[in-house]
């Protein structure tokens, strides 16, 4: 029997937020919904987000699932997570705080909260005109046949969740869970991503550590850290959403760049640019540094 | 809260009669049954009446039960032991359907060069016997099925199988532990080598096992040790499980001729069931069946979560959804019988057994309806939901392998 905690248990017994929200034509307000999953893989789930256009911000979210205890807890929790949040806040949410708001999930279920994410990210899609499904399609290979989970998928919950192992993939988004003959392929892709990760920190670390003991930065120390870092940290992550970016110029402090692909007509391309380009230099390179897109 | 269990193809509640018996053989007779003082040999003399009670239930001679720790050890000793019987054949047929602990023993086997064909089910789990008689050959060393499949309580038609196998000179195992103490058995009407049953699917404990062979029959031991069991089976013997299955053996001997109380049981809960709750269907064929199970798949909504929600009224049921199994595929019995997955993940098997209440059987005829439209209120699937990768969902899944 599955160990859930209390919170699982009560939010499956006692959920929040259930049902569809009705398209009433109300001015200023949109009403979309994201949908993820299907009967064949066991769950799926419909997600339903009621946003107020202006502000750009989620008035009610609702849920209809089609699972397991956990993954209509997730549900369940996701809703109650993104209610009140601009869609750029909500476009943050991880599987991971799913998870945490639930108190935790057993290894076996965590593909119930990445389950959610995605809903919420079709959803988010879908109000925003971009094709998710396209992109993946285009610049991964399906790797999970059964399952029907590409490549670009399979790396992002990787690095997300810094997974280590295939039991723990299949666990997360059930990638190798079927007839297992891509279980060679998502070890290689992990092996990849961890020699990457080493990789890259190390010769950061080294670069730093120079860059700290000795003197300031070079403008070319700079400019080299600054595009290393992009090159090997920051577009996996952005190429496994259909996004990219390129280094344009960096004058002073300031780092200009370009973004492509799916970030480049995402209007949550101010998180992406603050988040996930930004607060990464920032880290690696120089705490003063500041990202702006040209 | 009381447990109401219908949970009995996965395992039993020892009867307290089981219990009372084994339960001098924890305490003061601890003597080896090997040991060449009186001590010792009460103790040998209580096995030998429980072996004289599985053999009565079995229809056997007493030489022809072999103890064992449990149903993989004697089904993996019957593979072997067949395989060896005959070792110049190198063709094993079973059944999609079989318990992992012979499926995977022919996995294993088929990396060892042994051929195997995995016979198919139709959509009530019944297996075509053209389809053995054109698979089996003369080089075919061993037949391998259930009696009856543990998901869906499907009874195959044993002795049909058992003369076709008889016919080619290939041995016939017979995997019987949902059988033994729910339908008659006799091994000396059979075309049947070599039997096995479990004790813990008979009111008797975990731990303990039977293996019959036939009189004969070129048996070689699987474990080898000491001379126990006729130098059949080494090892020191479970005293308390053995007195204990003898004591069910004794017990079910005795309770056969009242099965049809479980099967009226059983029926009221499926009927039940079909006439409270809309799109449910039984999995299985309808006749062909064991007394005390029955398998519903109900549609657009997902087995584990009804597992949950009947534990919260204590009621312990199974399901072959992927959820429960955290194998992530749902299980192989229904994929192979070639159900939609909308049936293949909302199914659930209600197993009964001589302890359940027709009290118990209206407790959840009570509650399941309200467990079913709760679920079903929250999924976004229903018997009208058109669009939605309805075309995908609803095909049916492809056989197992």
């Known amino acids: ?294 | 809260m009381t447990v109401i269990y219908l949970d009995n193809n996965a395992t039993t509640k020892v009867d307290p009669a089981v219990i009372d018996a084994m339960l001098p053989y924890l305490s003061e007779y601890y003597g080896n049954p090997s040991s060449m003082h009186t001590f010792g040999g009460q103790v040998g003399k209580a096995i030998r009446d429980a072996r004289s009670h599985i053999a009565q239930l079995l229809g056997a001679e007493e030489s022809e039960i072999i103890f064992t720790s449990c149903g993989t050890e004697s089904n993996n000793t019957a593979i072997r032991t067949a395989l060896a019987a005959q070792p110049d054949r190198r063709h094993i047929i079973t059944t999609q359907v079989e318990h992992p602990c012979v499926l995977n023993v022919c996995k294993q086997l088929e990396k060892q060069g042994y051929t195997v064909t995995y016979l198919s089910v139709d959509w009530q789990g019944q297996i075509d016997l053209l389809e053995l008689e054109a698979a089996i050959t003369g080089n075919t060393a061993l037949v391998t099925t259930m009696y009856a499949n543990n998901e869906t309580g499907v009874v195959f038609p044993i002795e049909q199988i058992g003369a076709i196998a008889k016919a080619a000179g290939a041995t016939f195992h017979v995997d019987a532990v949902q059988v033994a103490g729910k339908l008659p058995l006799s091994m000396k009407d059979s075309t049947i080598d070599l039997l096995t049953i479990s004790g813990h699917k008979l009111h008797a404990p975990k731990g303990i096992g039977v293996l019959y062979v036939r009189r004969g029959f070129r048996f070689r031991a699987f474990l080898l040790g000491g001379h126990q069991e006729r130098g059949r089976r080494a090892g020191t013997e479970n005293v308390p499980g053995i007195i204990g299955l003898g004591k069910a053996a004794e017990i079910a001997n005795f309770e056969l001729k009242y099965m049809h109380r479980e099967t009226r049981l059983r029926d009221r809960l499926e009927q039940g069931l079909l006439s409270r709750i809309a799109d449910c269907e039984i999995n299985g064929h309808p006749t062909q069946r064991l007394p005390n199970t029955t398998n519903i798949g109900f549609k657009y909504i997902e087995g584990e979560a009804i597992l949950f929600s009947l534990n919260q009224y204590g009621i312990c049921a199974s399901s072959g959804s992927a959820c429960t199994s955290g194998s992530l595929e749902p299980s192989h019995v229904l994929r192979a019988m070639g159900l939609p997955y909308t049936i293949l993940h909302g199914s659930i098997r209600f197993s009964l057994s001589r302890f359940t209440t027709e009290a118990e059987v209206d407790r959840v005829l009570e509650v399941m309806p309200g467990i079913v439209n709760r679920l079903r209120e929250l999924s976004p699937f229903t018997s009208d939901s058109a669009g939605w990768l309805q075309e995908r969902d609803m095909t049916i899944a492809g056989a197992a392998t």
């Open chain 1, 1 to 294: 029997m599955w160990d859930y905690t209390e919170k699982v248990l009560d939010l499956f017994y006692n959920p929040k937020n259930q049902g569809a929200i009705a398209a009433d034509n109300e001015s200023g307000i949109a009403v979309v919904f994201g949908e993820v999953g299907s009967i064949a893989c066991g769950d799926a789930l419909r997600l339903h987000l009621k946003i107020e256009i202006a502000q750009d911000k989620i008035l009610d979210a609702r849920f209809q699932t089609f699972g397991c205890t956990s993954a209509i807890a997730s549900s369940s929790a996701l809703t109650e997570l993104i209610k009140g949040l601009t869609l750029d806040e909500a476009l943050k949410i991880t599987n991971r705080e799913i998870a945490d708001y639930l108190g935790g999930l057993p290894e076996a279920k965590m593909h119930c909260s990445v389950m959610g994410q995605e809903a919420l990210e079709a959803a988010i899609y879908k109000y925003r005109g971009i094709e998710v499904e396209h992109h993946e399609e285009e610049e991964g290979a399906l790797v999970c046949r059964c399952f029907g989970i590409s490549e670009p998928k399979i790396r992002r919950v990787i690095i997300e969740n810094d997974l280590t192992t295939v039991e723990q993939v299949s666990n997360y988004i059930k990638a190798g869970g079927g007839c297992g003959s891509c279980l060679a392929g998502i070890e290689d892709l992990i092996q990849a991503i961890q020699a990457e990760k080493a990789a890259t920190s190390a010769r950061v670390n080294a670069e730093l550590a120079i860059a700290q003991d000795y003197r300031p930065l070079t403008t070319l120390q700079k400019i080299n850290l600054i595009q290393q870092v992009l090159t090997e940290e920051v577009r996996p992550v952005l190429l496994a959403d259909g996004g990219d970016v390129e280094l344009y110029d960096v004058k002073d402090d300031v780092v200009q760049v370009i973004l492509k692909g799916a970030c480049g007509s995402c209007s949550s391309s101010t998180t992406t640019l603050k988040i996930a380009i930004e607060s990464r230099l920032k880290e690696r390179v120089l705490p003063s540094l500041v990202v702006e897109a040209v």
